[in-house]
């Protein structure tokens, strides 16, 4: 199959290509270069999260062909039980000190992907399992438990946006001559860069990541075969639930706030990302990602207005050159 | 009566006697339920009960998961508006907002249709969600035409101001004001297009929209282009939410991104479509009527019984008014597993 979704980097360059070249175009536009470079780590600080909560949901696309239109809630959830878990240790995230910092945000980000991923084995059992093949019934399905997970939420943590402040070692930003960065976007990127890597080893050195790409490739004969795809898919979609999670805890960093609509407000960005990089393809949404959040930092620095539709724009232009995405998946 | 309802009988003697009773109640709310708060309740339902009708028509009838049905709902809103702000409280200044809020409602789902409904259904999901959202974000954007996220409060015509009165003594006690000239343009409105919707879905072309929905690879093989068949159906139903539009306009003389564009108001449709009942106007009927009521009266219940519940733990904020939400959304899951034809399938015992 020369359509491999999960066999991306050194199939196929052009979309690749596409990165440093809108970089490039940027590069004349903007007016200074440390300004260039300090939008271009935004951008990819913003593709990498925006990664880190879209992969899952991709991959749960191209497994089982449902699209989950609450993974919001995941993203929203994470988000709050961090939260829940920071400011009992306000002490240690304001303590000038790494090591406090780091034993407050871990135990935050393990209780966020916990939360998240049991969260979503629940829903899969209770919420999805039903309607499985049944496309308008998912969408409709899940919008509810959206709702329904959106007021819980109200419910549990009340209906007011929480200030969440970085950990003070993430404040601020490194400074070389001219150019800021700040160091949270460094963390950002590298934290994404280790999901995505995690994610390509997994999916093309392992036994069970042999058996995620063929059941994307043709679910009916890996069952044939003898595997209980069924069981992939569930923890797949743990696991996708759990990184949304964890991209909440992130997002919600980044803004320090946190608020009960926020996973909603992601999600349109993260649909676009999935449309770009073709429904299914988690290298497609890696490189979507990544042009969603460069071109979002610079559009929003070259005119604020239309920053959003800037990306609208980008999914229209990638459709009209490949109508399935950058990467479409061979069997849709 | 035959004619008038396109043969589409409600076919359950409680639905029937349920919806005369609707009917009846709206055409004569001002003067059973006087009051400013009930008439725009009423209002508010009429104009609902038209919106949830015309994405039934996609819903429903076509099978196609729509997001950006409020978009072509703020787009008449907005007309309106506009409309109204630029070229003065005229009668033709409002009929050329509303024509050019139509003309442009057609052209925008003709467009979104043709580039995007030959995929499937999540795809038009995914996409008209993204599209509406940047609609949203436009027009509170673009403050210098609508007003940003303040929207726009606007005078109309003479006639249809509160402050007018048309007959000297009061009719029934009720004063016949401006208002409610408005209130009974809109209930006009609303029903006409109801009708004619009616008349839409029970027609040959109505027939093979359902077809489309079961099985669109027979349909197609049959002879229909199924492109075609949506991407009408598609248009029809955004003429339809754009009309809509205009008469919330009309009624609220105020447009703003929460009232007409928001996201929430997209779920609300949702809501009302699959409680009301799939695949049936009447069902937008009963969706629409029921959850109006309830957004405006259940949250007084809820405070009652929130208050009979203070001291139980987790129980006051499970029953706090601002979370009638909450339970309409439990109501919708189990609606889509249960009973998939809603209460109107319900009361006509779906087999």
Known sequence: MSDDALRVPGIDKIPLALIPAIALVALPLIPSLPTWVTLTVAGLAMGMMIFIMASGLTLVFGLMDVMNFAHGAFITIGAFVATSVLIPLAGWTQADSLWLNLGAIIPAILAAMAVAGALGLVFERVIIMPVYGQHLKQILITMGGLIVAEQSIHVIWGPDIIPLPKPATLRGSFIFGDIAIEKYRVVAVIVGLAVFAAMFLLLNRTRIGLLIRAGVEDSEMVESLGYRIRRVFVGVFVAGSALAGLGGVMWALYQETVSSAMGMQVMILIFIVIIIGGLGSVGGCFIGALLVGLVANYVGFLAPKIALGSNILLMVLILLWRPQGLYPVAKR | ?351
Request: charged share 10%; hydrophobic share 55%.
């Open chain 2, 1 to 351: 009566m035959q004619r008038l309802l396109s043969g589409d009988y409600p076919r359950s003697r409680v639905l029937g006697i349920v919806l005369v009773l609707i009917l009846a109640g709206l055409a004569l709310a001002p003067f059973v339920f006087p009051g400013t708060r009930s008439l725009n309740v009423a209002a508010k339902i009429c104009v609902f009960i038209l919106l949830v009708a015309s994405y039934d028509l996609l819903l429903g009838y076509t099978g196609i998961v729509s997001f950006a049905h409020t978009m072509f709902f703020g787009l008449g809103a907005y007309g309106i508006g506009i409309a109204a702000t630029r070229l003065g409280p005229t009668w033709s200044g409002l009929a050329v907002g509303s024509l050019a809020a139509l003309a442009l409602s057609a052209l925008l789902s003709l467009a979104i249709g043709l580039l995007s409904l030959r995929v499937k259904t999540i795809f038009f999901a995914m996409i008209t969600l993204a599209v509406a959202s940047f609609f949203a974000i436009l027009a509170s954007q673009l403050s210098w035409l609508t007003g940003g996220e303040d929207g726009l409060t606007y005078k109309l015509p003479e006639l249809l101001l509160p402050g007018t009165k048309l007959l000297e003594a009061p009719l029934l006690g009720v004063v016949i004001s401006g208002r409610i000239v408005s209130y009974y343009i809109v209930f006009a409105g609303a029903l006409c297009l109801f009708l004619a919707l009616l008349r839409v879905v029970n027609s040959p072309f109505g027939r093979v929209l359902q077809a489309i929905r079961e099985n669109d690879f027979r349909a197609e093989a049959i002879g229909y282009r199924s492109v075609v068949y949506r991407s009408a159906a598609n248009c029809l139903s955004a003429l339809a939410a754009t009309a809509a539009g205009i008469l919330y306009a009309v009624w609220l003389r105020y447009v703003g991104p929460d009232t007409t564009l928001s996201l929430d108001i997209m779920i609300d449709i949702l809501l009302m479509v699959v409680i009301g009942g799939m695949g049936t106007l009447y069902g937008a009927v009963i969706g629409a009527t029921l959850f109006v009521i309830a957004q405006n009266y259940l949250q007084d219940l809820m405070k009652l019984a929130s208050d009979a519940a203070a001291g139980i733990p987790l129980l006051p904020s499970l029953v706090h008014p601002d979370r009638w939400l909450l339970w309409l959304g439990i109501l919708f899951v189990l609606s889509v597993y249960h009973f998939p034809a809603g209460i109107v399938g319900r009361l006509r015992g779906n087999k």
